[in-house]
């Protein structure tokens, strides 16, 4: 990618294992930028292409997000130039494949602003993440200080044990944990329109929206939220944790 892009900005979506909802964090936080008016393209390096069907159901008249297909590229054109974002283009979000060789980890991060590992509440995806984690520091040698790596716990559901046990193990990581997305129906809504939950309508993706904007601020401001707000459940606060 060539910085001659003024204010173009790199955010890889991260996790080597499937089903940790990289597309989704990937196809949302491109739909939130294009509402904002920050011109996004979509790179999709999976196979399955599911970033790109997604922007395929997206109307014309919603704001635009460049699509840009990282696998299967044509063989007249240069890999450089096929990956190229428009010039105006300022958030690249890039939705990387299921089971990234690790040998390719370096590569594929060198040139990131941000990295983001969505992590769900299952102790497979604990331990993927723990992976995920050391692999970063150690082999694509991102050092902690620099504030390009953090965690997004995906798919919740606050007061359970679960969660709890998620958001602990998170909290060891000594990697920021800078979001809490609730498990919500309004995410698959979404995805079948072409669309990110900040553009629905109809009042139930209010609380989505707001789980939102811990990410956004890290994402562009690198603030850490403090760790207690993200533990809480504003709608529950004197609930008691359920079993699960």
Not at 14 to 20: A, E, Q, R
Not at 62 to 77: E, R, T, Y
Not at 215 to 220: G, I, S
């Amino acid at each position: 990618m060539h910085r001659e892009h003024t204010g173009l900005r790199k955010v890889l979506i991260l996790n080597p294992k499937g089903g940790s909802g990289k597309t989704t964090l990937a196809t949302n936080l491109a739909a939130c930028y294009a509402v904002r008016g920050i011109q996004p393209a979509l790179m999709d390096m999976d196979m399955q292409g599911s970033s790109l069907r997604w922007l395929g159901k997206r109307h014309d008249e919603s704001p635009g997000i460049h699509p840009i297909k990282a696998f299967d590229l044509p063989v007249n054109v240069t890999r450089s130039f096929a990956l190229q974002p428009p010039l105006d283009t300022r958030r690249l979000v890039v939705d990387t494949p299921a089971a990234l060789p690790k040998e390719d980890l370096r590569e594929v991060t060198k040139d990131a602003d941000r990295i983001l590992i969505p992590v769900l509440p299952s102790d497979i995806d604990i331990h993927a993440a723990t992976r995920c984690v050391a692999d970063l520091l150690l082999l694509a040698k991102i050092p902690r200080t620099d504030n390009r790596i953090a965690v997004v716990a995906n798919r919740v559901k606050r007061n359970t044990l679960v969660f709890r046990a998620l958001m602990r193990f998170l909290t060891s990581l000594e990697i920021p944990v800078v979001g809490v997305l609730r498990d919500s129906q309004n995410y698959v809504r979404a995805f079948e329109a072409g669309l990110g939950v900040h553009e629905l309508r109809g009042g139930t993706q209010a609380k989505d929206v707001d789980q939102w904007v811990s990410v956004l601020d890290w994402l562009e401001e690198g603030r850490v939220p403090p760790a207690d707000a993200l533990w809480e459940d504003p709608d529950r606060r004197t609930a008691e944790p359920e079993h699960a």
